[in-house]
């Protein structure tokens, strides 16, 4: 797919793949960071019209799902067992 311009499609589901990744983090501070990243890079790149810089644009955004996803996944090994203050509820 490095060649190829993706199609739209492909685009929102990577952008919504990032954000499920994102909404995995056990801790909020780094889940937050991970939804702000991913918004952010796809606003930075929303103008973005040469084929071979969405095609680049889209590969880097794919290999930051991967990192992502391990990353996830150690965070989870080694989650925190207090809450952050932003998660507790108040009655």
């Not at 952008?15 to 918004?39: C, G, H, K, M, V």
Request: proline share 3%.
């Amino acid at each position: 797919m490095s060649g190829a311009v993706p199609s739209r499609a492909e685009v929102l589901s990577l952008f919504r793949s990032l954000l499920r990744t994102a909404a995995r983090f056990t801790d909020y501070n780094i889940r937050e960071y991970a939804r702000r990243r991913a918004i952010d890079g796809f606003r930075q790149r929303r103008g973005l019209s040469d084929p071979s810089s969405v095609a680049a644009a889209f590969s880097d955004g794919k290999s930051q799902l991967e990192i992502a996803r391990r990353q996830a996944v150690v965070y989870s090994v080694y989650a925190p067992r207090v809450k952050s203050v932003m998660e507790v509820k108040t009655v």
